[in-house]
C-alpha cells in the first residue's frame, strides 16, 4: 500500500490515477451496476413474461487518461513502464485466476478494492517528447464486487472450553469446540461490514482431525476428510473463482461439502468449527474482506 488515496484516485501496481496525480483522467466506465445475464421468457397463453434468474457478469473498466510529466518525457515513459511491469508479474500473468488490487477512493467512502488484470494499456506518443502520453486502459474484474481496503481476520481455539468442560472419564482423542459461552466478544463472532456477501478464507492449524466448519446462522457446514500434525494446515478459499481446498504440501483435501455457498452476509454472524484433537491447542483462522456491490 502506498498511502491513502484522495477522492477521485485510482492506484494500481504503485500507480496513482486520477485528480491531482501525474495521471489525470477524463473518464471511466464501469463503475456502476456491473452487466447481468439472464433474459425473459415469454410465458404461453398469457401475457407479459417471466424474468429469469439475473447473475452479474465480471466488470470492465474502461479509463480514458494520460501521463503528464510536462518538459520531462523521462518520467512520463517511468509511470508507462511502471504499468507495463506491473501488469507483466508472472505470478498473476501466468496463472489462472490470479489477480492485483486496483484501489479506488470515490467521495463519501473509504478506499474500496476490485480484483482485476491490466488487459489493455495503449499509448499515443505524438506528444511524448512534451511529457505528455494518452493512454487507453481497459481493465478486467472476474468478481465485480468491491471489497475493503484492509483484510480482516479472526481466530477461533479449538480447545477455548469457557462455555462448558469435560465429564470424568475422559479418554483421547478428545473432541472439542469452540464453546457457547453467553457475551457479545466470544471468540467466533466475523463481521462483514460491508453490503454483499464476502467469501472467507479458512484456514485450520494442526494439529486435529476430521474438521467440520459451521456459519452457524445459515447452518452450512465444510466437512474436511484430513488429519494434521502440529505445524501442518489446511486451507479453504471460497472466494469466486477459486474454490479450494488444499493442505500445506500443496496436496488437495477432500469435501464434499460445497464451498461457493459458505459466505459471510452483510452485518455480524457467527462461526463454530469441531475437530478430533488430543492437545486442544488446535485453532481455526477466519480471514476475509468486506464485500460491496457499489463504491
Not at 74 to 97: H, K, Y
Not at 161 to 180: D, E, K
Request: hydrophobic share 40%; aromatic share 8%; proline share 8%.
Amino acid at each position: 500500500m502506498s498511502g491513502d488515496l484522495k477522492d477521485f484516485q485510482l492506484e494500481f501496481g504503485g500507480v496513482r490515477l486520477g485528480h491531482d496525480t501525474q495521471v489525470p483522467v477524463a473518464e471511466i466506465e464501469g463503475l456502476a451496476r456491473p452487466t447481468v445475464r439472464g433474459e425473459l421468457v415469454e410465458q404461453p397463453g398469457a401475457d407479459g413474461a417471466w424474468p429469469a434468474p439475473d447473475w452479474y457478469e465480471g466488470r470492465t473498466l474502461r479509463v480514458d487518461c494520460a501521463i503528464k510529466a510536462p518538459g520531462d518525457p523521462a518520467a512520463a515513459r517511468q509511470i508507462l513502464a511502471t504499468l507495463q511491469e506491473a501488469a507483466d508479474d508472472r505470478r498473476v500473468r501466468t496463472v489462472g485466476g490470479a489477480v492485483m488490487p486496483l484501489r479506488i477512493k470515490w467521495p463519501g467512502s473509504p478506499v474500496r478494492v476490485l480484483f482485476v488484470r491490466l488487459v489493455k494499456l495503449e499509448a499515443s506518443w505524438e506528444k511524448a517528447a512534451f511529457g505528455w502520453i494518452p493512454l487507453d486502459v481497459e481493465f478486467a474484474a472476474p468478481d465485480p464486487r468491491y471489497y475493503g481496503d484492509v483484510e480482516q481476520q479472526e481466530q477461533i481455539r479449538l480447545g477455548w472450553l469457557s462455555g462448558g468442560g469435560f465429564t470424568a472419564p475422559v479418554q483421547a482423542p478428545i473432541r472439542v469446540s469452540s464453546g457457547n459461552p453467553t457475551g457479545q466478544d466470544r471468540p467466533g463472532w466475523v463481521t462483514n461490514s460491508g453490503t454483499a456477501d464476502a467469501h472467507p478464507v479458512l484456514t485450520v492449524h494442526g494439529p486435529c482431525a476430521n474438521p467440520v466448519i459451521t456459519h452457524v446462522d445459515s447452518g452450512r457446514s465444510i466437512e474436511l476428510a484430513v488429519t494434521l500434525a502440529a505445524d501442518e494446515w489446511a486451507r479453504i478459499d471460497t472466494q469466486p473463482g477459486r474454490l479450494t481446498a488444499v493442505r500445506d504440501n500443496g496436496g488437495p483435501v477432500a469435501t464434499t461439502s460445497r464451498l461457493d455457498t459458505f459466505v459471510l452476509p452483510p452485518g455480524r454472524s457467527e462461526i463454530r468449527w469441531t475437530a478430533s484433537d488430543p492437545t486442544a491447542t488446535a485453532y481455526l483462522s477466519v480471514t476475509w474482506r468486506d464485500a460491496y456491490i457499489a463504491l
